[in-house]
């Protein structure tokens, strides 16, 4: 199969990637549009994407064109993946930590270390990728820029690392979802979904349902609202951790609940353990 992600080889998204299919060819693209376009066009197979992160909460390019519209095809949640993010400063060969002023990395990188690149003293600018900042530093040839990035990002390009660790909290883990094109399909052994609702305009409908989702025996572990494309209008992503299977699934979302003015199932797939 061809693995679609975003980024260059050696990035967060590449090591999902990677983790998730071994033995399959990566496709990186240089932006989530771009890349989102390719799984709906049929260029990759599947799409490795994040979508949450432990330190700076979702990935909003992500989670806003999950559910499509009517211009764009199916997209499907079919498993979701961790990992941990340890981010390492590479520099050039022989630059030193106390001469670099500016640090190059993907805006979630830089927001992951943001208190850290302020002890630092140091100058963030945002790059499309963790690796693709690398890269940069390598071809810039200025021993005052340094990137944010996985710890071996920086060995293929021949750059030393400065400092390991630059993270703002210890727990720095990000979420990752694999995508396909198509309606979701239930498996016997998943246990999590993810929905997205809009409400009805009635007084207390979104804790209306959030109660009848759970009475209904679902953990409902993350709820977010987001534009929904309309001026003033929301739309609302909930994951869910219910029993395993179709049916049990049936037996939370069939029916909709009763103040929901519509429901999207975005996927169903088996929850990584934490």
């Keep these: 199969m061809k ?11 590449y090591r999902a990637s990677t983790e998730l299919f071994p033995e399959d ?9 771009v890349a989102f376009e390719a799984l709906e066009n049929g260029d990759v197979d599947r799409l490795v994407v994040p979508v949450e992160n432990s330190t700076t909460g979702s990935v909003l ?7 499509g519209n009517g211009d764009h095809v199916r997209f499907s949640i079919t498993a979701e993946h961790l990992v941990e993010v340890r981010h390492t400063l590479h520099g050039l060969r022989g630059a030193k930590l106390e001469d670099i002023r500016e640090v190059r990395s993907h805006p979630q990188a830089l927001s992951q270390a943001e208190h850290a690149l302020v002890e630092l003293g140091v100058v963030a600018i945002p790059a499309a990728d963790t690796a693709g900042a690398v890269r940069q530093v390598a071809e810039l040839g200025d021993p005052g820029i340094a990137a944010l990035a996985p710890p071996r990002a920086g060995a293929a390009f021949g750059l030393d690392v400065l400092l390991e660790d630059v993270l703002d909290k210890d727990h720095n883990t990000t979420r990752f979802v694999v995508l396909h094109v198509g309606d979701p399909e239930v498996n016997d052994d998943d246990d999590k979904t993810t929905i997205v609702v809009t409400f009805s305009h009635t007084p207390g409908s979104l804790a209306l349902v959030l109660a009848e989702l759970g009475l209904r025996g679902a953990n409902l572990t ?3 609202s987001r534009p929904a494309g309309v001026a003033w209008n929301y739309r609302t992503f909930i994951d869910l951790i219910h029993e395993p299977g179709p049916e ?5 979302l069939d029916p ?19």
């Design 61 to 67: 390019p992500v989670l806003d064109r999950l559910p």
């Design 222 to 224: 993350r709820i977010e």
């Design 256 to 274: 909709p609940p009763a103040h929901a003015a519509e429901l999207l199932n975005l996927g169903s797939y088996k929850a990584a353990v934490r």
């Design 25 to 33: 060819e990566y496709i990186g693209h240089s932006g989530f549009a």
């Design 248 to 252: 049990a699934l049936k037996r939370v």
């Design 3 to 13: 693995i679609g992600y975003q980024g260059e080889p050696h990035s967060y998204s």
